[in-house]
C-alpha cells in the first residue's frame, strides 16, 4: 500500500482504523438477529484521515469499509435497504470528504518541505561555511533551524583571516523572514569588506552602524560580538554590541563569560548611546582552550518547565579537546532541553585555541621545520599543514 511504501517504518496508528473495522464487524456478527452495528462503519474512513496518511490509504481504507457493509450486510439489503443504502451512501462520503481532506494536507506537506529547502539553501548562500583552521585557530560552527516551518532567522557568522589577525563577526538581525535574510547578506557582505581594510574592531563597528542606518528600515539593528586575534599570539580585542557576551571555556572544566565590557546598542542604534561600542581585552587562555560565540537562540531556549537553557553550566560539563566533539555534545543536549525543538535559530561556534608555546631561549637553536615533499620544481607542505 501507498502508506507502507513511503515510510521507513509501519506507523501504528494506521492499524487502528483496520482494527476498528474488524471490532465492528466481529461484533456485528455476534449481536442477535435484528441488532446491527453497520452504521459504526461510516467513522472508520474517518479514522484512516485523522493521523499522517495519504489519500490513497483512506481511499483503501474505504473500499475495505463498503466490502464488509457488502458483505455483513447482505441480509439487510433485503429487509431494510434504506438503512443499507444509507450506510453505503456515509460510507462513500465520509472516505470522499476525507481523501480531499488528506489529498490537500499532502499538497500542504509537499509546499512546506520545498520552502524549507528553499530556505536552507538561502542560508547556505548566506553563511559561507566556516574555514576549518585559519591563522592559529580552529573553527567549528553549528546551524540550528527552529521549530517553525521553513523559519528564516537573522543569525549571522563569518571568520576571516586579514591582515589584522583573524576577524569573527557573530551577529543576529531583529526579527524573522525573508527581510532579516536580506539584511543579514548585507550586513556580511560588508564585514568581509571591511575586514580587510579597516585597522581597528571600532571602526568596523562605526562602519556596520552607519550602514544600517541608512537603510530604508529606520528599525533595523542587529547584535553583534567583533573579535580580533592578532597574529603572533598577541592580545585579543573584543568589541560587543548588544550580544550575548562570550564563553571562554578551558580545557579542565572551567567555563568564564566574557562581559567586562560596558554595555552598547546594536548596530544601527549606536546614535542613541551617543558613543561608539567600546572596545576591550579578549582574555586566552594560555593552555589552550576554546572561545563559544552564541546568539540568544541558545540562553533562550526553555525546557517544559520555561526554563532557559544553562549554556555555561553545560559547556563546561561537556567540554571536551576536539571542538567538532563539543559542540556535538551541546547540540544533542541543547535540543534534549528543548524537548526536540528549538524556538528560534541558534549559532554555536567555536573557537579553538592552540596552547601558546613557552618563549625560547635566544640560544637555543631554531626548531626544525617539517620535512619538505619535492615534486619536480615545486616543493609542498603537508596537505594538514603540519
Known amino acids: 500500500m501507498a502508506w507502507i511504501r513511503h515510510s521507513h517504518r509501519v506507523d501504528p496508528a494506521a492499524c487502528v482504523p483496520l482494527a476498528a473495522l474488524l471490532v465492528v464487524a466481529m ?115 553549528r546551524y540550528l533551524a527552529d521549530a517553525a516551518e ?16 583573524v576577524r569573527v563577526i557573530v551577529g543576529d538581525v531583529r526579527g524573522k523572514g525573508l527581510g532579516v535574510v536580506e539584511q543579514s547578506a548585507d550586513v556580511l557582505g560588508a564585514f568581509r569588506e571591511l ?35 592578532p597574529p603572533g599570539g598577541g592580545a585579543a580585542e573584543l568589541v560587543n554590541c548588544g550580544h550575548p557576551p562570550p564563553l571562554l571555556l578551558s580545557l579542565d572544566g572551567c567555563s568564564t563569560f566574557v562581559d567586562a565590557l560596558p554595555p552598547a546598542p546594536p548596530l544601527g542604534l549606536l546614535a542613541l548611546a551617543g558613543e561608539p561600542c567600546p572596545s576591550g581585552p579578549l582574555p586566552l587562555p594560555s593552555g589552550g582552550g576554546h572561545l563559544l560565540l552564541y546568539t540568544d537562540g541558545v540562553t533562550e531556549s526553555r525546557d517544559a518547565a520555561g526554563r532557559f537553557y544553562p549554556l555555561a553550566e553545560r559547556a563546561a560539563a561537556l567540554v571536551r579537546p576536539d571542538p567538532d566533539d563539543l559542540l556535538d555534545a551541546l547540540q544533542t543536549d541543547l535540543q534534549a532541553h528543548a524537548g526536540g525543538h528549538l524556538q528560534d535559530d541558534a549559532v554555536l561556534l567555536v573557537l579553538a585555541l592552540d596552547p601558546v608555546p613557552p618563549p625560547r631561549p635566544s640560544g637555543d637553536p631554531p626548531r626544525p621545520r617539517s620535512a619538505h615533499r619535492r615534486t619536480g620544481d615545486w616543493t609542498h607542505e603537508p596537505a594538514d599543514g603540519r
Open 27 to 141: 461484533a456485528d456478527v455476534c449481536l442477535p438477529d435484528g441488532g446491527s452495528l453497520l452504521d459504526l462503519l461510516i467513522a472508520v474512513p474517518v479514522l484512516a484521515g485523522l493521523r499522517p496518511s495519504s489519500a490513497r490509504f483512506v481511499t483503501a481504507t474505504g473500499a475495505a469499509t463498503l466490502a464488509t457493509v457488502g458483505v455483513i450486510g447482505a441480509p439487510m439489503a433485503g429487509d431494510d435497504a434504506v438503512s443499507f443504502t444509507a450506510v453505503i451512501g456515509g460510507v462513500l462520503g465520509t472516505t470522499a470528504m476525507m481523501a480531499v481532506a488528506t489529498r490537500r494536507r499532502e499538497r500542504s506537506d509537499h509546499a512546506q518541505a520545498d520552502l524549507r529547502e528553499i530556505a536552507d539553501a538561502m542560508r547556505r548562500a548566506v553563511l559561507r561555511p566556516a574555514p576549518n583552521r585559519t591563522g592559529g585557530v580552529r573553527t567549528r560552527v
Open 195 to 229: 575586514a580587510h581594510n579597516e585597522p581597528t574592531l571600532t571602526g568596523m563597528a562605526l562602519r556596520l552602524d552607519g550602514f544600517l542606518a541608512r537603510r530604508d528600515g529606520a528599525e533595523d539593528f542587529v547584535t553583534a560580538l567583533l573579535i580580533q586575534i
Open 150 to 165: 521553513a523559519g528564516l532567522g537573522g543569525d549571522l557568522y563569518a571568520v576571516m583571516e586579514t591582515t589584522y589577525g
